[in-house]
């Protein structure tokens, strides 16, 4: 099977999650930037965050199917399990909104994080496996720090939130360390990697190898 229909209708999966997340916006009760702020702030907060982790699985998704070279049932399944994850986030974000960053919530969206950042390793993993030991896509994540790195920041975070999120104000050291630790890890992927120019150089890949190559390397 083409990778086209798969990244189809991932593309329309995320684009809707990221509609239903705006949608769940409130309206400012006033005219002034203190009624936006009041009404919509933390949830423009969360929302920047969760959309910037979503743009973060697109542009990897879509930079990954193209070092994919056939889709197997396997393949299907482990993207349906990325985008289950995934479509979670408007839950998630909102609840965190509506409970003004209490701990529970808190914990909960870094779960979330958790089991998309391990959903879309089942997911690379299963079409490296599928490309077998001379996978291009495998030569591309190479040590694949990053992957490594955010389960980490995204469990370091819930601890955080546990440990010291108690309480209702504003002055909640656990919390603010577990925002600080999803904007982290967030802007980790943001930051292109430049250990995938080796794949796009790399003369035994082809020409074809390298285009597609060069397709991930924006995407990181």
Known sequence: MRTSRVEAFSDGVLAIIITVMVLELREPAGASLAALWKSTGPGLLSYLLSFVYVGIYWTNHHHMFQLTE????????????LLFCLSLFPF???WVDQTGYARTPVIVYGVNLLAAG??????????????????VLRRAIGGDFKGKVSPVGYIAGCLA???GGAGTG????GIWVAVA???????????????IET?????????A????????EEGR
């Open 70 to 81: 056939r889709v197997t049932g396997g393949i299907l399944w482990a993207n349906l399990g």
């Open 92 to 94: 998630t974000t909102q």
């Open 118 to 135: 391990v959903a879309y390793y089942v997911l690379q993993w299963v079409i490296i496996r599928t490309q077998g030991p001379d996978s």
């Open 161 to 163: 939130a546990g440990l």
């Open 170 to 173: 504003p002055f909640r050291p």
């Open 181 to 195: 630790c999803y904007v982290a890890i967030a802007a980790l992927w943001v930051i292109p990697d430049r250990r």
């Open 199 to 207: 794949v796009i150089t790399d003369p035994p890949l082809g020409n």
């Open 209 to 216: 190898g390298a285009g597609a190559g060069a397709g991930a």
